[in-house]
Each structure stands twice: as structure tokens, then as C-alpha cells.
């Protein structure tokens, strides 16, 4: 086996077991909640989902930033990589809210200030991946992408700080904010660190399909071109 | 044990949108794998 394929097939596994940890962290070493019971621990992948969500869009920022002072297309690739990550991310995120919000407050959803921004979040990332398929020249795309994800990532503030600014159903967050029993902490930052590396190992994986991509749109000039000059000899 | 059925759909939300986004990735990748071996050897060719 080839040394890269084996630190990538080492690198899942590592990421596979710490995934597992979390799973049974979350669910058999943490300690039930008073009042909510059983459904508070969606809590260790609801939450971690979001902020693991806010580092992919902090990096699509970042990489946004870099694309337009250096032009690379890897810095592009970067953010569309980062991007795709943060909306599953967020997709958990919107998914697991609800069933949470059904029991504890009898409703799936409302429309209030935390949970609006964070749909609004989702629908600006999805948005920006759309708007790249929109564009065929890959210069104008990522310049367009760059834009674009620079000015998305202005809703994250906006979704961390809805809940002081406005009066919202949704809890208070976990630092700065209600505080966290100190035996769920661990668990917790198990549960993040676990949905980190999966971050980490998706994005790569996604940064490779680009830069395949690319690989595969510079081989089809070359044998295009190759072809030509075998024409004219020929002649 | 209340609520059982709704944390256990949440979990296997979680770990569904995740390996469905895995998988997706994963099968793109092979696809392009063999695009580029096939334009490889088209280049040997010519």
C-alpha cells in the first residue's frame, strides 16, 4: 500500500474510533438532565455540529481573503471545500434543533431571532454553492466565490450573538452564556473534538475532488492539443 | 426511558448526513480517478 493511502486509511480509523468514543460518551457516560431527560443529549452532537459549522465558514472566510490578495486557485478550492463541510454541519444542526425543540417545547420550530439567522446561515452557504455552478470560467467563479463567502460569513456573529440581542426561545449558549454542569464538559469537548477531525478528514477529502478536477481539465487540453499537432504531422 | 425513539432518530440523522455526504465525495473522487487514468493513457496514445 502506498505510504499516502495508508496515513489516509490510519487518519479514518483514528477518526472512526474517536467518533465512536463520542457516540458513547454522549450517550452512556454523561449525566442525564434534570428536566429534559433523555432527548438533552442531542445536545453533544447539536451543538458541536454548529460551532464545528462556524470554524468551516471561518475558513471559507479566511480562504476567501486569500484568494483575492494572492489569485491561487488553491485558496479557492479551500473555501468550496470548507464550504460543503459547513453546510452539512449545519444541516445536522437544523435537523437534530427540531426534534430536539419537540418535546422540551412542544413545537418543532419558530421563527425567533437564534433560530432564523441560523436558517438564514444555511440558505447563504447552499446559495454560494449553487452560484459556482452558475459560473463557468473558473477565475471569474472564484472571484465571484470569494465575494460572496466574505460577506456570508457576516451572519455568524449574527447567529451567535441573536441570543442577547434579541429575546429568543432558544437557550442561553454554553460559554459566556446558562453554564454547563461540569461532568458534561469532558463529554462535550469529546463530542466536538470527534466532529473537528471528521471536519478536518472532509475537507481534505473534498480538497482532493478539486484538485482532481483540475488534474482532469489540464490532461484534456494536453491530449486536445497533442491531438492537433498529431493532425497537422500527419498531414 | 421518554423520548428514546426521537434521540436515537437524531443520532442516526447525524451520522446519515454525514457518511451520505462521505459516500458522495468519496464516489465523485473515484469517478475523477478513472477520468484521469483514462486521459493518461489516451496521452501515451497520441
Not at chain 1, 473555501?79 to 434543533?97: D, I, K, P, Q, R
Request: proline share 4%; with cysteine.
Amino acid at each position: 500500500m502506498p505510504r499516502g493511502m495508508k496515513t489516509s486509511w490510519l487518519a479514518t480509523a483514528a477518526v472512526a474510533a474517536l467518533i465512536g468514543l463520542a457516540g458513547y460518551s454522549a450517550l452512556f457516560v454523561a449525566p442525564t438532565e434534570r428536566t429534559m431527560g433523555l432527548i438533552q443529549r442531542i445536545f453533544y452532537f447539536h451543538v458541536p455540529s454548529a460551532w464545528t459549522g462556524f470554524v468551516a465558514f471561518f475558513l471559507v472566510f479566511v480562504s476567501s481573503i486569500a484568494y483575492l490578495l494572492r489569485r491561487r486557485p488553491q485558496w479557492d478550492w479551500l473555501a468550496v471545500s470548507a464550504a460543503e463541510v459547513g453546510v452539512a454541519c449545519f444541516t445536522v444542526v437544523l435537523v437534530t434543533g427540531p426534534i430536539w425543540a419537540k418535546p422540551v417545547w412542544g413545537i418543532w420550530w419558530t421563527w425567533d431571532a437564534r433560530l432564523t439567522s441560523t436558517f438564514v446561515l444555511w440558505v447563504l452557504y447552499v446559495s454560494y454553492l449553487l452560484l459556482r455552478t452558475l459560473m463557468g470560467d473558473p477565475e471569474r467563479r472564484a472571484t465571484v466565490s470569494a465575494v460572496f463567502g466574505i460577506f456570508a460569513f457576516l451572519d455568524v456573529p449574527l447567529v451567535y450573538l441573536s441570543i442577547w440581542f434579541w429575546r429568543t426561545q432558544h437557550p442561553q449558549p454554553v460559554i459566556g452564556g446558562g453554564g454547563l454542569d461540569k461532568r458534561m464538559w469532558p463529554v462535550f469537548l469529546i463530542c466536538w473534538a470527534a466532529l473537528l477531525a471528521l471536519m478536518a478528514l472532509l475537507v481534505r477529502q473534498r480538497y482532493r475532488l478539486e484538485a482532481l478536477c483540475h488534474e482532469v481539465q489540464e490532461l484534456a487540453i494536453d491530449v486536445e492539443l497533442h491531438s492537433a499537432e498529431r493532425a497537422t504531422e500527419i498531414r | 426511558m421518554k423520548n428514546l425513539q426521537s434521540l436515537m432518530a437524531a443520532y442516526l440523522f447525524v451520522w446519515g448526513i454525514f457518511f451520505a455526504y462521505h459516500l458522495t465525495v468519496a464516489r465523485r473522487l473515484a469517478r475523477l480517478q478513472d477520468e484521469v487514468e483514462r486521459l493518461k493513457a489516451m496521452l501515451k496514445q497520441v
